[in-house]
């Protein structure tokens, strides 16, 4: 059964603190992706990594960086939370070439 | 203008009913296209994809219109368990996935 786990369901954090989403896939799959879905905004793209070490600013990058140092590893790192940065993350992966896109269960962030 | 628009919804049906979901796309560069399911508080999965000949899966048939940049999605007698957010996705050739912002249904009894 293929996976994307995320390190966390919840994490409750302060503002201004450093803040790290880890997600993990264990399909070979070369895509990587971080995105927020928050309601009536849909799922915006906040970043994507189409390779080790690649990344690509996706719709909303502000606030956010990203780190890919191994092939099943993709990061989201908030450099210092703030308050609108609460939101649902979602990670997602996708082979190269098939286009379908798996999901992890999702980290409901909030920032106080 | 956002890259991938859908319909507003909400949808609200009875059960046995027809629906039909449309979304545009701005990129005429787009090469595949998919609809995804999410229900409350779960993530997205995906429902079928989308090819330019159309294609049918049980009660629903989803459609590409390169031409006009649309794709459709179809639900024929639909049931109590197809109440869920609705999510459009076109993907460029680089890899890169686009969501449309997602169509609700409620189908009541």
């Known amino acids: 059964d293929v996976k994307v786990t995320q390190s966390s369901r919840y994490l409750v954090k302060r503002t201004g603190e450093k803040v790290f989403l880890e997600c993990v896939q264990d399909m070979d799959h070369e895509n990587m992706f971080w995105y927020r879905q928050d309601p009536g905004l849909g799922l915006r793209l906040i970043y994507f990594?189409?390779?080790?070490?690649?990344?690509e600013k996706g719709d909303i990058p502000e606030g956010y960086s990203v780190s890919r140092e191994k092939k099943e590893r993709f990061s989201l790192i908030l450099e210092s939370a703030s308050t609108n940065q609460t939101s649902m993350y979602l990670c997602a992966s996708t082979k190269s070439g098939t286009g379908e896109a798996f999901f992890g269960q999702g980290t409901r962030l909030t920032v106080v | 203008r956002k890259e991938v628009e859908q319909d507003p919804g909400p949808f609200n049906v009875p059960e046995g009913a027809t629906v039909a979901f449309n979304c545009t796309y701005s990129n005429s560069a787009s090469q595949s296209f998919f609809w995804y399911r999410q229900d409350c508080r779960k993530e997205p999965k995906l429902l079928m994809s989308?090819?330019?000949s159309g294609n049918e899966d049980g009660r629903f048939t989803a459609q590409l219109n390169r031409a006009s940049q649309y794709i459709s999605l179809l639900i024929r007698d639909s049931k109590l368990s197809d109440s869920a957010t609705y999510l459009c996705v076109v993907n460029t050739n680089a890899g890169k996935s686009t969501f449309g912002d997602g169509t609700t249904l409620t189908v009541k009894p």
């Open positions: 990594s189409y390779d080790v070490k690649m990344k």
């Open positions: 989308v090819y330019s």
